[in-house]
């Protein structure tokens, strides 16, 4: 006898922008730049034009980060994630990395909501830099560094799906 309601799929983790493209069609994406203690955070608009900086998330356990993350989700309409993979300046990847994909993971045995991983090498050094450039203190620069890296890794994976959908 067949199971009446069958668990609904899950999330799909992807490194590939032309394959999350097909399965996002439209909504808003939520920006994830993963660290060891913060969850830097970006939102899109609804066209998917802008990424701007939503919050910074202290880490405590997965089960409370994820939580938050969903909250937000919910709340903003989301319909899918854009995390930023930590590669290694040659491509290869290392704990960081590796500390993503699990969180990745994780988050899709929660989710269904899709993920993209994005390639995000130098975006937190950018960033910095970004900040250093506007003068914004060496406080301010550590309260915001997360989300702008979110946003800059949001940003960039905004681009590449725009660029799929018009090829022109």
């Not at 989710?111 to 450039?133: F, H, N, V």
């Amino acid at each position: 006898m067949t199971d009446p309601s069958p668990t609904p799929p899950r999330g799909i983790t992807t490194d590939d922008a032309e394959t999350f493209a097909g399965l996002v069609a439209s909504g808003r994406l939520i920006g994830i730049d993963a660290g060891t203690k913060t969850l830097g955070l970006a939102l899109s608009d609804t066209r998917r034009s802008i990424a701007s900086a939503l919050e910074t998330i202290r880490r405590t356990k997965f089960t409370a980060d994820a939580k938050r993350l969903l909250d937000l989700t919910q709340e903003h309409g989301v319909v899918g994630f854009v995390l930023g993979l930590p590669a290694n300046m040659d491509g290869s990847e290392g704990p960081r990395a590796q500390a993503s994909r699990a969180f990745a993971r994780n988050m899709n045995g929660l989710s269904p909501l899709p993920i993209l991983l994005w390639d995000e090498r130098l975006t937190t050094l950018e960033a910095e830099r970004m900040l250093i450039a506007a003068d914004a203190s060496r406080k301010r620069r550590a309260d915001v560094i997360d989300k702008l890296a979110a946003t800059l890794i949001l940003q960039g994976a905004l681009d590449r799906l725009r660029r799929l959908s018009d090829p022109s």
